[in-house]
């Protein structure tokens, strides 16, 4: 017992004195119109949250309490979520979420990568004067204790840990991939490749970067100043940064495992409009892998003051009933039948329409007489009584986007409707 609290009081040193930085600019053009007025990692998901709630929930339950989020692209919703969600922080204890927009503080750009991102905050990242700095991709799902990811930097004596996953073959072409020894030290790293390596007796999978990286302070700012110099870099850290490391200096791999079970543990990557939806449904079964039912891992987020959710009418031709289904408050299924879907906050379905695995966003209204399966509705959406969607595959495509899976994505822009603030 005792060397198990001296474990955790050593893990919770570590976090104390480490910065996080979530990487929160990119255009995230993937997501098709989902992206076209929001960043990806201010778009909603599961029910009540934003993508970006993950990686900073994580940050708070691992004890890391400064966090620094980098905005770039069409960032205005983020940063009000942020401002209305991520504001519990107490100051006097150096505690903090702060937001750092691109600004041209060192060139008449913008950030040019990831690593320039970083590179363009060095001064901020010397006055915190952290041991250890965390970079954190803010557009992925899961839920993992970054503690544990540092104290093996530590222990290991690394210079770079990049946080790993198993990922199959087939998907490996969108990451970074790495090739280590048995001893978890990287050996090689390139970035979405054209022919992935596997995974040595595992010849269907591959070893992936998660875009998670703890780096030693002072390392982390001389590899960035001597990138700044080099004219051919583009200034990233999965195509720069970390193969030019491998080179002379020690990078690590941290496994992404289930302590449970020691396989590996959930992590999705919502960058396409069929991985979204994917991810989002997955939820819906009785014993989803992502558990947000998780007291001891709550993921934290900005809570609307809405009603609780509402079913109504109970007549022989309409009921309104969900099954297999999320429905955030403020919701309303008069006489509708919902299943296997996401509904978030304020939306309503209307009587004798059916929704199914679907994804409903916030302060949607479906009317009465329709059919919605595996669509992707968009926030502020008005869909017309007695419209049809996920029905005729032609009809789709010449109104909504459909996706190679068949997913259809519904916006506003694309019911003639304006775009209401997000």
Known sequence: MQDAQQDARYVSLLTRRSLALVMAGGRGSRLEALTSWRAKPAVPFGGKFKIVDFPLSNCVNSGIRRIGVLTQYKSHSLIRHLQLGWSMFQGQFHEFVE???AQQRLHERWYAGTADAVYQNLDIIRHHDPDHVVILAGDHIYKMDYGLMIAAHVEHGCEITVGSI?????????FGV?????????????????????IPGKPDMALASMGIYVFSTDYLIDR???????????RDFGKDIIPQAIETDRVC??????????????????GTVDSFWRANIELTAVQPELNLYDEEWPIWTHQRQVPPAKFVFEHADRRGIAMDSLISGGCIVAGATVRRSLMFPMSTVQSHSLVEDSVVMPNVHIGERCVVRRAVIDEFCQIPDGTQIGVDPVEDARRFYVTA?????????????????V
């Open 99 to 101: 937001i750092m927009p």
């Open 405 to 421: 899976e068949g997913i259809t994505l519904v916006t506003a822009e694309m019911l003639g409707q304006p775009r209401l603030f």
């Open 224 to 234: 960035l100043e001597a990138d700044a110099g080099r004219a051919e870099s583009s």
């Open 178 to 198: 790495m090739r280590t020894d048995e001893k978890g030290q990287v050996l090689e790293f390139m970035e979405k490749p054209e022919s992935p390596t596997p």
């Open 166 to 174: 198993e990922v199959p073959l087939a998907d490996a072409r969108a």
């Open 253 to 270: 791999a941290f496994p992404f495992r289930e302590a449970a079970t020691g396989g590996p543990a959930y992590w999705r990557d919502v």
